[in-house]
């Protein structure tokens, strides 16, 4: 049963008037680019027959001729003219009869990597659309082309370099890896190759059966490569470690690596001085195997999973930076690109789609990294074993990037649930568990979204949009004795790419003071994912790319 009540547009949600002329019903025009935009992000759900009033609120209209508007929308999705490729099945598209009202719900699955770009039209450069936040935005060339190719090139990183030869690899992180190669295979044959036969076993080195022309791949020169050479393959290549000694993202960070150009810049060298700085002083209980005690613990190995993750699934053809953060209270990992599973596949586990499986296979030949499909659920059982708060792994669209935050926090830390009772007095300790832990984890990680509350409790999906509605329907409440809360919003109108004027979003801090600011304007959505209700999401961690902060992910900074 839909709950109008609680409805709100998202990036997973759209609501159509879908009235026509004749006010019966016609399938809207702009219906298309919210299907395309959908399918090219995260999937969602499109309502045909519910406006939006200006207060926010949402009207069932109707579509009375529901046999004209499904005719015009199977046509158009059968219709490579009008668009490139039809996702949805009988099951998808329902009639609901809200109360005596019928509306239709389209589910819009998300598209594979094989099936992007999906278009409007027959050219995927003009017609190609994302969702982002409740706008259908067209996409630029560059990430068209960057769809296309992760359409056609299963694997990203075996492509022949001509011009690049051995001279563009750093000596010593050769010698590094092939060390420790004899370390964990002894007895391997390829021991006593030399270089080059043992880079070609590896598949760092690369023979054109069709012309003889020979040199390095792709992989081969991120993972031993001097930085220039890197560079000149991939100009916009960044790999970047910074540690703080704060969450507070005013404070500086007081360690850092980056590709300055004091070392090789090469992965295989990131990785080693990186793993060493994100386990030093790693506060874990040692345990014991036997009499013998054993120092490295499963989040030892969680952190070396999440930091090879990283390197072998980031597009170094992106714009943003591969980024690690170590701070007191979280480990951070971001890579350029999207995820190539969905979310719920990579948490599975089984499955694995790697974009840069030369360079995973170089990781696991010398014991980094796990079998395919293993690793995100291994990162998630062993914080779960700690008792920490779930890993939250997340996409963000704009420039494409994945985001896995790990907190070294407990789910309801004391200290957090005292401030929060003494914020909200007898009020907070009257809610609901769901709710309180959505509100202690706003106070942690600076928002809440339904899917992030879903990774942390096991309620259903629609008991969990009803426990964050009720919050956001006291926006005009306060606590006790505290006075109203201060919200801000931005009155300006945005533009997507497409042209489409978007509503003002609102907005709030966390807890300004005396006052907690928790409250948003609109509610939850219905969706997988939902809106957050502090705010779109991570912006990340840090002073420079701004993505944790000390409440959570803005990311985390």
Aim: charged share 25%; hydrophobic share 35%; with cysteine.
């Amino acid at each position: 049963m839909l709950d109008i009540l609680h409805l709100a547009e998202d990036s997973d949600l759209e609501c159509k008037r879908s009235a026509g002329r004749d006010g019966r019903g016609e399938l809207p025009r702009d219906f298309w680019q919210s299907y395309a935009a959908m399918a090219n992000t995260d999937g969602g759900t499109i309502l045909l027959g519910i406006e939006q009033r200006a207060n926010g609120s949402f009207r069932a209209t109707g579509v009375t001729n529901t046999a004209k508007v499904l005719k015009s929308l199977w046509d158009g999705l059968n219709n490579p003219q009008q668009v490139s490729v039809n996702l949805l099945t009988n099951e998808m598209v329902e009639v609901i009869d809200l109360r005596g009202t019928p509306v239709l719900r389209v589910a819009v699955p998300r598209a594979t990597r094989r099936q992007r770009p999906v278009h409007v039209g027959t050219n995927p450069m003009s017609g190609t659309y994302r969702r982002n936040f409740e706008g259908d935005y067209r996409c630029d060339d560059e990430t068209v082309r960057r769809m296309i190719a992760e359409r056609v090139e299963d694997v990203r990183d075996n492509r022949l370099l001509e011009s690049y030869g051995i001279g563009d690899l750093d000596p010593e992180s050769l010698k590094s890896y092939r060390n420790q190669f004899r370390s964990t295979k002894p007895g391997h044959p390829w021991v006593t190759l030399d270089d080059r036969e043992f880079l070609r076993s590896l598949g760092a080195w690369t023979v054109d059966r069709a012309t003889t022309r020979e040199g390095l791949t792709v992989a081969g020169l991120l993972m031993f490569g001097r930085l220039r050479p890197i560079l000149d393959m991939v100009p916009n290549y960044i790999v970047d470690y910074q540690e703080w000694a704060e969450p507070r993202a005013e404070e500086r960070w007081v360690d850092r690596l980056t590709t300055d150009g004091t070392w090789s810049g090469n992965l295989y060298d990131f990785y080693r001085r990186v793993i060493n700085k994100l386990t030093a002083d790693l506060k874990v209980p040692f345990r014991l195997k036997g009499a013998t005690r054993v120092d490295e613990t499963s989040i030892h190995e969680a952190l070396r999973e999440a930091l090879v993750n990283t390197l072998v699934h980031a597009d170094y053809t992106g714009r943003v930076s591969v980024l690690v953060v170590k701070r007191p209270d979280l480990f951070g990992f971001r890579n350029p690109g999207m995820m190539r599973l969905p979310l719920a596949e990579a948490l599975r586990g089984g499955m694995s789609d790697c974009r840069n499986r030369t360079l995973q296979k170089m990781f696991q030949l010398v014991g980094f990294g796990e079998q395919a499909g293993s690793g995100i659920p291994k990162i998630f059982r062993s914080w779960r074993r700690q008792h920490w708060r779930a890993p939250d792994l997340m996409e963000q669209v704009e420039p494409d990037q994945a985001v896995l935050t790990l907190r070294m926090v407990s789910l309801l830390p004391a200290e957090t649930l005292e401030e929060l009772d003494h914020r909200f007095g007898p009020r907070f300790r009257q809610m609901p568990e769901t709710q309180r832990l959505a509100l202690a984890t706003v106070a942690i990680e600076g928002k809440v979204t339904h899917s992030r509350l879903k990774s942390m409790c096991a309620d259903h999906s629609h008991d969990l949009t009803v426990a964050l509605s009720s919050l956001v329907k006291d926006a005009s409440s306060t606590p006790p004795g505290l006075p109203v809360a201060s919200t801000t919003s931005s009155r300006a109108s945005r533009r997507s790419r497409s042209g489409k004027t978007l509503k003002p979003r609102w907005s709030c801090s966390v807890w300004r003071t005396p006052a907690p600011s928790i409250w948003r304007k609109r509610a939850p959505s219905i969706g997988s994912r939902g809106p957050s209700i502090w705010g779109r999401g991570p912006s990340i961690w840090g002073r420079g790319p701004s993505i944790w902060t000390n409440r959570g992910p803005s990311i985390w900074g």
